[in-house]
T-cell receptor, first 112, second 115 residues
């Protein structure tokens, strides 16, 4: 069955430090891949998405993600974290004709 | 000019009551969805509607019924509310069934608390 996993439930980083959130998928074929962010009390906002082509995808708010087929991964990165980045981050995947699947989420805390 | 709006934002009600949550999108999207987010932040799809037709129903109790008067609206009606229904419910929309490659646009959520 298709699945999306995010191995880290909670990550804490200091403001200004770099960030990497992990995401792995299990699909028969490479799915479309997405990262969403949910700020406290808010809905989910699309950060970036990967369909095909360049494996390094740029998104909003200074985020980027790299698709690695050999590792079935789509990790989210940011070179310098801001306090406003504290939120819940969801990786998601979709394959044609199937349901959109979300990972369990990673909560990011940012220390001043 | 909110893209996907849902009301109310908060809803506190007693067990056994019937309640509705409304959702509207002004994006011209073809498909709308309801997701339930539990206390552990896990997102589970409940329903989707494409051109007024229900195309997904993921083992949701029949106390939950989606109602779509037109392509821009998908309301969620819940009968005989139970404590376990307490959660955040998100409405979403997309340009094609299951989001395809476009992803979803989400509303800001309705926090339902059943007491």
């Amino acid at each position: 069955a298709q699945s999306v996993t995010q191995p880290d439930i909670h990550i804490t980083v200091s403001e200004g430090a770099s960030l990497e959130l992990r995401c792995n998928y299990s699909y028969g074929a490479t799915p479309y891949l997405f990262w969403y962010v949910q700020s406290p009390g808010q809905g989910l906002q699309l950060l970036l998405k990967y369909f095909s082509g360049d494996t390094l995808v740029q998104g909003i708010k200074g985020f980027e993600a790299e698709f690695k087929r050999s590792q079935s991964s789509f990790n989210l990165r940011k070179p310098s974290v801001h306090w406003s980045d504290a939120a819940e981050y969801f990786c998601a995947a979709y394959n044609y004709g199937q349901n959109f699947v979300f990972g369990p989420g990673t909560r990011l805390s940012v220390l001043p | 000019d909110t893209a996907v709006s849902q009301t109310p934002k908060y809803l506190v009600t007693q067990m056994g009551n019937d309640k509705s949550i409304k959702c509207e999108q002004n994006l011209g999207h073809d498909t709308m969805y309801w997701y339930k987010q539990d206390s552990k932040k896990f997102l589970k799809i409940m329903f989707s509607y494409n051109n007024k037709e229900l195309i997904i129903n993921e083992t949701v109790p029949n106390r939950f019924s989606p109602k779509s008067p037109d392509k821009a609206h998908l309301n969620l009606h819940i009968n005989s509310l139970e404590l376990g229904d307490s959660a955040v419910y998100f409405c979403a929309s997309s340009q094609a069934p299951s989001g395809s490659g476009y992803g979803y646009t989400f509303g800001s959520g309705t926090r339902l608390t059943v007491v």
